[in-house]
């Protein structure tokens, strides 16, 4: 029968978890804000302006955040598992850590893409309104995640020192 881990073990997992948690909380937040928010106005603007598409990415957006935070929330981890070591607290760490710096780099490719899309609605003739609102929104969008994603890299990489001293 595997052994419960060791108080320094268990309160590192404990200490993780809850700041993936308040992450998660802080990204569904956003994702209401913008389903609710953006879902409103969208309503409310001309399908001929671009702020009827920026309105409706940001909604779309909303959507696959509030899905992304709500399946993250539903993997965390409330008891720390029976037998956990220093080196899978290590490799997971590791790859929360990697996981928020890989979506820092889409981010970076989605304000990338807005600023394109923009330079594209200034420059062609077809629909430039619907080229320019979703820019708008993947700037947003994008700064934001962004903004998010390296703050909780930062957060998980400044909480992986304490880890060090558990290997010893």
Same mark, same amino acid.
């Not at 809850?18 to 969208?42: C, M, P």
């Not at 320019?132 to 400044?158: K, N, R, S, Y």
């Given at each position: 029968m595997p052994l419960p881990p060791a108080p320094e073990i268990a309160t590192f997992f404990q200490a993780r978890e809850? %700041? $993936? *948690?308040? #992450?998660?909380? @802080?990204?569904?937040?956003?994702?209401?804000?913008? %389903? $609710? *928010?953006? #879902?409103?106005? @969208?309503r409310q603007a001309d399908r001929r302006l671009a702020r009827y598409y920026f309105h409706g990415m940001n909604v779309m957006w909303g959507a696959i955040n509030a899905a992304l935070a709500c399946w993250g929330i539903l993997q965390l981890h409330f008891r720390v598992p029976v037998g956990l070591t220093v080196a899978e607290l290590f490799r997971t760490q590791l790859f929360y850590e990697n996981l928020f710096l890989l979506n820092a780099g889409l981010d970076v490719a989605y304000v990338m893409t807005g600023y394109y899309l923009r330079a594209q609605a200034a420059s062609t003739g077809q629909r430039p309104e619907r080229?320019?609102?979703?820019?708008?929104?993947?700037?947003?969008?994008?700064?934001?995640?962004?903004?998010?994603?390296?703050?909780?890299?930062?957060?998980?990489?400044?909480q992986s020192r304490e880890l060090f001293t558990l290997l010893g």
């Open positions: 809850l %700041l $993936i *948690g308040r #992450g998660l909380a @802080v990204l569904a937040a956003w994702a209401l804000l913008n %389903l $609710i *928010g953006s #879902g409103y106005l @969208v080229l320019l609102g979703f820019g708008q929104a993947l700037w947003v969008q994008g700064g934001f995640l962004l903004v998010f994603d390296a703050v909780m890299w930062i957060a998980l990489h400044w």
